[in-house]
C-alpha cells in the first residue's frame, strides 16, 4: 500500500509471511517503489539493507513481520517490525564467519539505525534511515506565473 499525506510524506507499507522466501520480492518490490520516487542513486543500498533487517527479523524475531518505508523532507527511512522479544545485538565474529553481518552491514550503509521496543510488548522496529538532498527548485529566473 502507497499512500501520500498532505503534508507531503510518502510512505509505502507491506505487512509480510513470515517466511526467509519472501525477502527477494520484498527487496523488488523496495526497489520499485525508490525508483517511482526517484531515488535510484540510493536504491541498491536501500535495498541490501531491507534484506537484512528482514531477515533478521524472520529469523530471530515472531510474526507479525511488517516493513515500511517512509520519505519526508530530506529524509529516507525503512522499518521492519517483528513481535519477538529478542533485540538485534552486534556479534563479535571471526573473519571466517558466514552469518551474523547483518547489523554491521545496516550501520555501514545507512546514515543512522537503530532498534525501538514497541510501545506493547514483545515486540520491536529495526529501522535505518538515509538523508537526502534538498530536490532544487527552479532557479527565480526560470519560474513562471
Known sequence: ????????????????????SIVGGARRSVGAVLDSWGLTRVTDDVVLVTGELLANAITHGEPPIRL????????????VTDH???????????????HGRGLGIVDA????????????PPGKTGWARWRLPPVPGPRPDERTG
Open 1 to 20: 500500500m502507497r499512500q501520500t499525506t498532505q503534508d507531503g510524506l510518502r510512505t509505502a507499507c507491506w505487512d509480510l509471511p513470515y517466511d526467509l
Open 68 to 79: 515500511s518505508l517512509w520519505l519526508g523532507a530530506g529524509e529516507l527511512c525503512v522499518r
Open 84 to 98: 519477538g522479544p529478542d533485540r538485534p545485538r552486534h556479534l563479535d565474529l571471526g573473519v571466517e564467519a558466514v
Open 109 to 120: 550503509l545507512a546514515d543512522t539505525s537503530g532498534v525501538t521496543p514497541l510501545p506493547d
